[in-house]
Each structure stands twice: as structure tokens, then as C-alpha cells.
């Protein structure tokens, strides 16, 4: 089993759509959990950060539910620069407590049409 | 305002020609990381610098080195190249102790091997 793994897409949705993303994780030491965000051929960015709580921004919700190791992402109200690869990732930090290690999904690529 | 620098963005090397990658950073982060990301995956982590203590994944093939001289700097070294390292190289930094731990990436080496 991945220790990451995202729907494989690709998604094509029309501007003003919503449109969800899911991810689940197999180490349940997981400590952090992000979103994050990657234009073609750049550098990954955060999106956000995901809480046990559930956190939203603007349009972005992200959700974690640790009990089913599964993350996440919904936008809403998408816009045609929300398109981009959607790369789920989490950290484990080691017992030193000292380095810890982000581990991707390979990301789901999502293109918003005009 | 670049807080993650690397040089160059474009690389050619030549099949079992030494390269070296390099990457600086403004930001005064304690953790440095190396992935290698390959078109369509996930990126990948080499190994990471947690100020001077190298921290290598199992996984990573003796043919890739680093280098911290200090704080700023962390070189990628790629003794003898073969064709399937030919990949986007990234490096991103964070300081430990923050409560997303978020890592900031450069914009990326794009090492091709001829």
C-alpha cells in the first residue's frame, strides 16, 4: 500500500464548479497533514494546513479524519487559475523528535474550463 | 523577495558528468531537503540537513551526495549521471518547531542528461 494516495484524476470541471479531492495515508504516526499546490512545471506551494477540526479559506475547506486516515480538499466556486496539480502530503516525525519527513501523493491534476 | 534560491534552473550534464546543484536560502531555517521529482510523480526526498546533522533516506542511490557548508547554502552532487536521473531537483527549507512545519521550496533545477 502507498503511504500516500490521491484519486488519480485527471479532473476537468467548468469554472464554478466544486470539486473534492480525497487522500488517504497508511502510517497512522502521521503528525502533519497539507495540502499543497503545484503549477505546471514550478515549485510545489502550501495550500493549506489540515486540522482534525476541519479549516477553511475563502473557497478551500480541507478536512482530516485521523480514525479513517483520510484527508480532504474541496473548492468551490472554482476559477480557472485553480488549475493546477493537488498534491496531498504528510509528515512523520522521527522518535528524536529532532527531523521529520514529508511524504507527496503523486497529486491529482485539475483543470478548470472556461 | 526570493527566500529559496537555485542554481541554475536548467542543467545539461553529460551521461556520468559530475554536476553539482546549489541551493541557498534567506530565511535563516534550520532544515534543509533535496527531492528529486520526475514528470507525473511525486516528489521524491533524497535526504535532508537538520542544521549540520545529514539525515539520508534508505533509498537514495550512493550516486547522490550533498554538501552544507553553513545555514545558507546546500549543494546537490551527483557523482556519474545516468539517464534516469535526469528529473526536476527541488530544495526546500523549514524551521523546525513550527506548528505546521511547512517546507518552502525553490523553483526547481531541471537537470537533463544527454
Known amino acids: 500500500r502507498k503511504e500516500v494516495e490521491q484519486d488519480p484524476g485527471p479532473f476537468n470541471v467548468p469554472e464554478g464548479a466544486t470539486v473534492a479531492f480525497n487522500c488517504t495515508y497508511s502510517?497512522?504516526?502521521?503528525?502533519?497533514f497539507f495540502w499543497y499546490r503545484q503549477d505546471c512545471r514550478k515549485e510545489p506551494k502550501l495550500l493549506m494546513s489540515?486540522?482534525?477540526s476541519g479549516n477553511e479559506d475563502g473557497r478551500f475547506t480541507a478536512q482530516l479524519n485521523r480514525a479513517s486516515q483520510y484527508i480532504s480538499l474541496l473548492i468551490r466556486d472554482s476559477k480557472l487559475s485553480d488549475s493546477a496539480t493537488y498534491l496531498c502530503?504528510?509528515?512523520?516525525?522521527?522518535?528524536?523528535?529532532?527531523?521529520?519527513?514529508?511524504?507527496f501523493g503523486k497529486g491529482t491534476l485539475l483543470t478548470v474550463n472556461p | 523577495d526570493a527566500m529559496v534560491i537555485q542554481n541554475p534552473r536548467y542543467q545539461v550534464t553529460q551521461f556520468g558528468k559530475p554536476v553539482t546543484l546549489s541551493c541557498s536560502q534567506t530565511?535563516?531555517?534550520?532544515?534543509m531537503y533535496w527531492y528529486q521529482q520526475k514528470s507525473s510523480q511525486a516528489p521524491k526526498l533524497l535526504f535532508h540537513?537538520?542544521?549540520?546533522?545529514?539525515?539520508n533516506e534508505a533509498d537514495t542511490p550512493d550516486n547522490f551526495q550533498s554538501r552544507r557548508p553553513n545555514t545558507s547554502f546546500c549543494f546537490l552532487d551527483i557523482r556519474s549521471p545516468g539517464l534516469g536521473d535526469a528529473a526536476m531537483y527541488l530544495c526546500?527549507?523549514?524551521?523546525?518547531?513550527?506548528?505546521?512545519?511547512?517546507?518552502?521550496f525553490g523553483p526547481g533545477t531541471r537537470l537533463t542528461v544527454t
Open positions: 526546500a527549507t523549514s524551521r523546525v518547531g513550527q506548528p505546521s512545519y511547512e517546507q518552502y
Open positions: 502510517n497512522s504516526a502521521s503528525q502533519s
Open positions: 489540515v486540522y482534525s
Open positions: 502530503v504528510v509528515s512523520v516525525l522521527n522518535s528524536g523528535g529532532s527531523n521529520y519527513k514529508l511524504t
Open positions: 530565511l535563516n531555517h534550520n532544515v
Open positions: 540537513y537538520y542544521d549540520k546533522d545529514f539525515n
